[in-house]
């Protein structure tokens, strides 16, 4: 089977960095996504890592590394719109394009 | 943005009536998904689409059945509503060759049963 775990809140400061860390057990994946939702919304893609090192789009990046069943979200120059819930999740292998999503972890900027 | 759409938007029913929701898309992608998320366990697969009259099943399964007899749409059908089916209903859809997991949501229904 599949879980990953993430924190369930992280708190920063505007203009602050924050990491937002996924652990996974799997037996089999394609990659790690990330998926942003706001209060009262739809979850949105934010990212997607096939291999193993970061990628980044604009003030997101992700990372992950296969060897550790780890993966993180790193957030830039935060601003108060990122006050949101991200979530990880992960595609099985052979799974019909199914991803398995962790518990979410909300994201509160304060001034 | 996506063109999904899930109605209705909001429902409030008793226990032991039949529910069904529909999702429908106008964007021609073969995979389509039920979620249902509550508070403390993020987004779970309830059934799944891959393709016209091809479905399966997801981690809960259990008290909900599901039907695609066109492309465009996919119905998910509580066919005895329980107070524990009370949560927020997300359709999603995702092309066949994707290759970033990317899937697209629909805004949600609400379901409440009494």
């Known amino acids: 089977g599949q879980s990953l775990e993430q924190p369930s809140e992280v708190t920063a400061v505007e203009g602050a960095i924050v990491q937002i860390n996924c652990t996974y057990q799997t037996s089999g994946f394609y990659g790690l996504s990330w998926y942003q939702q706001h209060d009262g919304g739809a979850p949105t893609f934010l990212s997607y890592n096939a291999l193993d090192g970061l990628e980044e789009t604009g003030r997101f990046s992700s990372f992950l590394s296969r060897s550790d069943s780890y993966g993180y979200l790193l957030l830039q120059e935060l601003q108060m719109k990122d006050s949101a819930s991200y979530f990880c999740a992960v595609k099985p292998s052979g799974g019909y394009n199914k991803l398995i999503f962790g518990a979410g972890t909300r994201l509160a900027v304060h001034p | 943005d996506a063109g999904i759409t899930q109605s209705p938007r909001h429902k409030v029913t008793e226990t032991g009536t039949p529910v069904t929701l529909r999702c429908h898309q106008t964007e021609n992608h073969r995979y389509m998904y039920w979620y249902r998320q509550d508070p403390g366990h993020g987004l779970r697969l309830i059934h799944y689409s891959y393709g016209v009259k091809d479905t399966d099943k997801g981690e809960v399964s259990d008290g909900y059945s599901v039907s695609r007899s066109k492309t465009e749409d996919f119905l998910l059908t509580l066919e005895s509503a329980t107070s524990s089916q009370t949560s927020v209903y997300f359709c999603?859809?995702?092309?066949?060759?994707?290759?970033?997991?990317?899937?697209?949501f629909g805004p949600g229904t609400r379901l409440t049963v009494l």
């Open positions: 999603a859809i995702s092309e066949s060759s994707g290759s970033r997991n990317e899937q697209f």
